[in-house]
């Protein structure tokens, strides 16, 4: 029974020892498999960092590459509005010295003034040529329709511009250089009332012509259309001053 005992109770020791051997082996590999896994952990975070900041340098430099590229942009913009607002500028000089020169046709309101000559017989008068409608007639009426705030004044359709003429070719006038005849159709845009006060007023030269028995017909209208010129214009001797000072 003793003998049996003791082989037991060796038999225990030897399981005891090696249980904790094992023990000893498990606990070692756990520890080492902790250290690895915490060194491989420890890596990866390391690794992540580095390659979020790369990514964060990255993101930086295009986002400060974009942001002089606007700065740029916005600065090509403004230079495009300044063209822009300037040739603007410029096109409307060009269109309002072209309605000054008479170069293009225009409208609005004014008035259309129409004369013709006397229906008095040319027996009944001394002098027969006073009954009709002469070159001075239209110049006289056309400065008056100026003085009177008119913008553009054509007659039968040919513009007044500040080189046009109006003169007496034999028995017809001529105005621009081309021959016109009775009845003699002066448009005239500006302000309507003004424009036919000036031109009627009491005393004035329409009413000497109304006098003479000379046909008159006057119109006022929201919109008149006075068309073009349509000749040359030719400087033989007259040049810009600053061009003239360059040439000497």
């Known amino acids: 029974m003793t003998e049996l005992r003791k082989v037991i109770i060796m038999r225990s020791k030897g399981a005891q020892i090696s ?52 700065l740029t942009l916005r600065s090509k913009l ?6 822009d607002q300037a040739l603007a500028d410029l096109q409307q000089e060009v269109i309002e010295a072209n309605m000054a020169a008479g170069l293009i046709a225009v409208e609005g309101p004014g008035i259309i003034l129409t004369v013709n000559d006397s229906l ?10 006073a009954l009709l409608v002469h070159d001075r007639d239209l110049l006289i009426l056309v400065n008056e329709l100026k003085a009177s705030g008119a913008e553009a004044i054509s007659i039968n359709g040919k513009r007044i511009t500040a080189m046009s003429e109006i003169r007496c070719a034999g028995t017809t006038i001529l105005v621009n250089w081309d021959k016109i005849a009775p ?66």
Not at 196 to 206: A, D, F
């Open 19 to 70: 249980i904790a051997l094992v023990c000893l082996i498990l606990g070692i590999m756990l520890a080492v498999q902790f250290r690895t896994t915490a060194a491989i952990q420890a890596t990866q975070t390391d690794g992540r960092i580095e390659e979020l900041t790369q990514k964060l340098q990255t993101v930086t430099s295009e986002r400060d590459a974009l942001a002089e590229e606007v």
């Open 78 to 83: 403004s230079n495009f509005r300044q063209t």
């Open 120 to 129: 008095l017989n040319l027996q009944s008068v001394e002098n027969a040529n």
């Open 183 to 248: 009845p003699f159709e002066i448009r005239a845009v500006g302000n309507p009332d003004m424009l036919e006060s000036g031109i009627t007023m009491r005393g004035g030269y329409l009413d000497q012509l109304k006098l003479l028995g000379m046909q008159v017909h006057l119109q006022k209208l929201e919109k008149v259309e006075i068309p073009a010129y349509t000749g040359s214009f030719k400087f033989d001797y007259a040049l810009p001053v600053e061009y003239k000072e360059e040439a000497e």
